[in-house]
């Protein structure tokens, strides 16, 4: 009964060659989340869809897109991968009800750059 | 920019000691939610505190938001190897956007 499904777990790919990351969830959630996060570091929102609005953080590099087809479904490309993208990718939901809604996050996607 | 700061940073204790974790903040957070985070997983909702003064327990784990809705704890009672693992806070401002916390390292050692 996974909730927030993140394909693949692990990717790699070479310097400069664009990848593109998956995210589903079953949870009829109004907003998706993608952040990155290093090594012993807390995750770093790069960017969220509000429904189909788009929301980018403003020091997200141009380097990472999103798109979001429909409402179970969100995607992160990086264009050109630097060696300093190699990151976990997490992607999150939640209903957008503030004060005291609640982020759900899937289990990651491990990138490594070569 | 609102900071969250965690502490400790890094915590090791033998196995059925006791332990708190802090989360501190100048911002008032209309909720506060703790994670779990295992190497090479995403994080995993443990408790979202509300209220100001509210207390939820979780089996061995207490959690507790401070009055002014600024700060909070994690408290551990009789840590188990199982309880290992990175320990974030994140304190939402009502814009449905989360501020994460530094992060605890926590090490139970059998």
């Known amino acids: 009964d996974a909730m927030v499904i993140q394909n693949p777990r692990y990717q790699v790919t070479q310097f400069g060659k664009p990848v593109t990351l998956s995210c589903s969830q079953t949870?009829?959630?109004?907003?998706m989340y993608w952040y990155q996060q290093k090594s012993s570091q807390a995750p770093k929102l790069l960017f969220h869809?509000?429904?189909?609005?788009?929301?980018n953080e403003a020091d997200t590099p141009d380097n990472f897109q999103s798109r979001r087809p429909n409402t179970s479904f969100c995607f992160l490309d990086i264009r050109s991968p630097g060696l300093g993208d190699a990151a976990m990718y997490l992607c999150a939901t939640s209903g957008g009800l503030a004060g005291g809604d609640t982020q759900y996050f899937g289990p990651g996607t491990r990138l490594t750059v070569l | 920019t609102q900071l969250l700061e965690q502490s400790p940073q890094f915590l090791s204790i033998q196995e059925g000691e006791n332990l708190t974790v802090y989360c501190n903040s100048s911002s008032v957070f209309s909720s506060l939610q703790w994670y779990r985070q295992e190497p090479g997983e995403g994080p995993v909702l443990l408790v979202t505190?509300?209220?100001?003064?509210e207390v939820k327990k979780l089996k061995r784990l207490t959690f507790q938001f401070g009055d002014a809705r600024k700060d909070s704890s994690l408290h551990i009672t009789a840590a188990q190897p199982g309880d290992t693992g990175l320990y974030l806070c994140?304190?939402?401002?009502?814009?449905?956007?989360?501020?994460f916390g530094t992060g605890t390292r926590l090490t139970i050692i059998p």
């Open positions: 869809y509000y429904d189909k609005d788009f929301n």
């Open positions: 994140a304190g939402e401002i009502g814009n449905e956007k989360l501020t």
């Open positions: 949870l009829n959630h109004n907003v």
């Open positions: 505190v509300v209220t100001g003064g």
